[in-house]
């Protein structure tokens, strides 16, 4: 089993930058995808980053160029680094693991979630 743990969501203003990480425990997830989503009001959950087991990286048309998802295994973390946010990106930004070590983009594609953590971007 993994517990899955986000932190640094807040407010922000248009252009500005967000760092989320997502601290894993109960066992180490160096061999697990790990992918980042987001759901806004109304809206279905949405694919944001995924990284593999061996760090390839893939993201959603909307962010790609400007967010960053990394990997620290030795710390059992993962990371988004979010720059030149924007209204658009407000949501609650998920971390997800998967035992399957090619992260997916959709969320059935994935084995354990955290709670979530809030994005709010003012305009």
């Known amino acids: 089993q993994v517990q899955l743990v986000e932190s640094g969501g807040g407010l922000v203003q248009t252009g500005g930058s967000l760092r989320l990480s997502c601290a894993a425990s109960g066992r180490t997830i160096s061999t697990y995808a790990m992918g980042w989503f987001r759901q806004a009001p109304g809206k279905e959950r949405e694919f944001v980053a995924g990284?593999?087991?061996?760090?390839?990286?893939k993201y959603g048309d909307s962010v790609k160029g400007r967010f960053t998802i990394s990997r620290d295994n030795a710390k059992n973390t993962v990371y988004l680094q979010m720059n030149s946010l924007n209204p658009e990106d407000t949501a609650v930004y998920y971390c997800?693991?998967?035992?399957?070590?090619?992260?997916?983009?959709?969320?059935?594609?994935?084995?354990?979630w955290g709670q979530g953590t809030q994005v709010t971007v003012s305009s």
């Open positions: 997800a693991a998967a035992r399957i070590g090619i992260p997916s983009t959709t969320p059935r594609g994935y084995d354990y």
């Open positions: 990284i593999s087991w061996d760090s390839y990286t």
